[in-house]
C-alpha cells in the first residue's frame, strides 16, 4: 500500500496549522506532526477507519485523532488522504 496526500487534505494541514499558529505555534506544530504521523498506521491496517457508506462506489474512511477527523480513500493499493478538519468546523 502507499499512502498519498491530495492537494486538499494539504491545505486542510495548512489552514489548520496558520489559525492555531496565531495563538501558539508549538502547538501547531505539534498538531500538524500529529496528523501527518497518524495515517501511516493506515498503511498496516486500512480498514480500521468507519466506512462513510453516502460515498456509494467508493470506499471512503474517517478516524479521529484528538479533535481532528481524517477522512480517506482506498483504491487498488493505494490510501488517498482526502481532508481533515477539527471536529467542531461546520463542515
Known sequence: MKLRWTGKAL??????????????????????????????????NSRIGEQLFEFEGREVRRIIVGKYEIRYEIQDSCIYILRLWHTREQR
Not at 508549538?26 to 493506515?42: D, E, F, G, I, Y
Open 11 to 44: 491545505a486542510d494541514l495548512e489552514r489548520l496549522y496558520d489559525f492555531l499558529a496565531v495563538v501558539n505555534p508549538p502547538a501547531a506544530a505539534r498538531t500538524v506532526q500529529s496528523l501527518t504521523k497518524t495515517p501511516t498506521r493506515l498503511l498496516a
